[in-house]
């Protein structure tokens, strides 16, 4: 896969909301690394394996700002709501080539613009940290805890090394009963490839219906 991911933006067909008429929720919220596949083999006939829990989990993409992402070709073709790249549209547009209004399309990798300062980040591998954790706030309450918390995950962050390209994340599950550190693989030059006009995001009265890009 090469680090140059593009974005793409396209309509949600409309026989998909057929689909999630269908769907109901079921009980439980699971990592990628903690999947009761075993419970879910039982109740539906389908347990999925680690190695398709991880193809799941390496196509999907966190988006710094609070979007997800997703891949949906092995070149690096990536989507995700438009509202999640709207930003990026208003960047590369100009007084003669306002995409925001026009929309933006590209057919080949040429024609490609160039997010600024837009990241995508592949959860690449989870580390379960939580003794670590645990020994440094070992007798400690309070401002003292805060500090020594802030301590151990700087130290930990920093483990992963200096390479520009990967980043690690400290997360606290279960209200601190569990510390995981997340390693991510950093994609900065980042592409728009299509857009629509971004009014047709309010067909409906939605801001932001069934639009995606990547």
């Known amino acids: 896969m090469k680090d140059k991911l593009v974005i793409f933006s396209a309509f949600v067909m409309l026989s998909l909301l057929g689909f999630a008429a269908l769907a109901h929720a079921d009980e439980g919220m699971w990592t990628f690394n903690n999947f009761p596949s075993a419970t879910v083999a039982k109740k539906y006939g389908f347990g999925p394996s680690q190695q398709w829990l991880d193809h799941v989990r390496l196509a999907s993409l966190r988006i710094a700002g609070g979007c997800s992402a997703s891949f949906i070709s092995p070149h690096g073709l990536v989507m995700t709501n438009y509202h999640c790249v709207v ?35 592949q959860l ?91």
């Open 87 to 121: 930003d990026c549209v208003k960047a590369l547009s100009t007084a003669q080539e306002n995409f925001v209004q026009t929309g933006f399309i590209t057919h080949n990798a040429a024609d490609e613009r160039k997010c600024p300062d837009f990241e995508l980040d």
């Open 124 to 214: 690449t591998k989870i580390s379960d940290v939580t003794s670590e954790v645990q020994d440094a706030l070992a007798g400690k309450t309070g401002e003292a805890s805060v500090l020594a918390l802030r301590a151990e995950a700087a130290k930990l962050e920093q483990s992963c090394g200096s390479d520009p390209q990967i980043r690690c994340d400290l997360v606290s599950l279960y209200h601190g009963g569990i510390y995981d550190l997340y390693h991510y693989k950093k994609y900065t030059d980042v592409r728009l490839v299509f857009a629509p006009q971004y009014e047709i995001g309010f067909f409906g009265g939605d801001p932001d219906p069934v639009l995606i890009s990547t």
